[in-house]
């Protein structure tokens, strides 16, 4: 089993992940997924982030169930339905009024990419200005204005946008930074060529560059800046959102509200296709049509939506939140201690291994024998360096430890420890 001729033959160059990960599954469940040969492995890979709360939850795949049987409405382009008023006025409820935020919610298309595409026009159009900070490392899609404000040059290439300038981040495998200082310098210093940008936009953790999470203060004086000038701050909320760093959003714990927030991969909870844009009070300048797209409204995403933000407020799930990322965090504490490990840094249910620039190759070998372990992961870091972990975020935690467990016992042996 597991016979990859048929893609090899007809699916496009293109293909990625399935090269690190070159088998053929078929059924899924929770944590868990099934490959042809009958094998289950652990998922730490959870879709790059759409798959939050894991594989078929089972709440979520009976409402689909329940809903198609009464022939629920599968499409409606930005109509008016029963089912996104349910979403709306479940975000309201569940993550809106606890928080006391005022935000408009914008449907884009249904991949990270629109909802970046539509939050730096709409930042655009409401300051009148076209400049775009962003920041060395970033990842915010594939699409030429997302791309355009991605931070790696491997992934970039002619015809986008010059209206962007690049600060290093916070932290990298470069060090550390004062990209504050440099913003000051950008914003008060004539000789700087560039005029005040019409945003910033940012990750709360730059997961793709390495897994670097920002601290809050950093991430509050980038605020002080942006209000300090009048520059709308744009968080990228895509993959380390929804749980992933053990609040809802990333930038969360450092008390900041941002003006303009993008949501995809793990928003629709299901691993549903989905994206919004949650834009701040006075920034809803659209006119009718400005931003349009077949598949915005996907129905039933927000079905499965709205019993993922349910889940926040579920006490059980909240502590089974926080043990989880206890115990990612005293793992990755360990991984940190095995010599030929360079660093390895976490928040929440996010971690990056580091194996150290230039070591891709002892990472691919590292990947592999996990996925020998029984373990799915993925790589990422400028050129591969470095595994990530992303295990879903509602993992039963016995079962969580054991798979970091795997894992930390196949990277030692990768590393002849």
Known sequence: MNNIETFERLESNVRMYCRDLPLVFDTAQGSKIRGEDGREYLDFFAGAGALNYGHNDPRMRDALIAYLSANGVTHALDLHTTTKRQFLESLERDLFKPRGWDYKVQFTGPTGADAVEAALKLARKATGRSKIVSFYGAYHGMTAGALAVTGNRTRRGPGLSTD?????????????????????RLANDQGSGSEL???????????????????????????????????????????????RTGDFFGFERSGVVPDLITCAKSIGGYGLPMAIVLIGAGLDVW???????????????????????????????????????????????????????????????????????????????AQQRVLQAGVLVDRCGPNGEIIKLMPPVNTPTEQLEQGLKAFGEAVAAALGQ
């Open 197 to 243: 940008p019409a945003a910033v936009i940012v990750e709360s953790v730059q997961i793709q560059a390495g897994v670097y999470p920002a601290s809050n203060q950093w991430l509050q004086a980038l605020r002080q800046w942006t209000r300090a000038h009048g520059v709308l701050l744009i968080c990228d909320e895509i993959q380390a959102g929804c749980g």
């Open 287 to 365: 006119e009718p049509g400005d931003h349009i797209g077949t598949f915005r409204g996907n129905q039933l995403a927000f079905l499965t939506a709205q019993i993922a933000l349910g889940y926040w407020r579920d006490e059980q799930f909240l502590k089974l939140l926080a043990a989880n990322c206890a115990a990612m965090e005293r793992a990755v504490a360990g991984y940190a201690e095995i010599p030929g490990v360079a660093s390895a840094r976490c928040r929440g249910m996010i971690a990056g291994i580091d194996f150290g620039r230039g070591n891709v190759a002892l990472a691919k070998d």
């Open 164 to 184: 962007v300038v690049f600060v290093p981040y916070e932290d990298s495998p470069y060090g550390a930074f004062d990209s504050i200082g440099f913003l000051e």
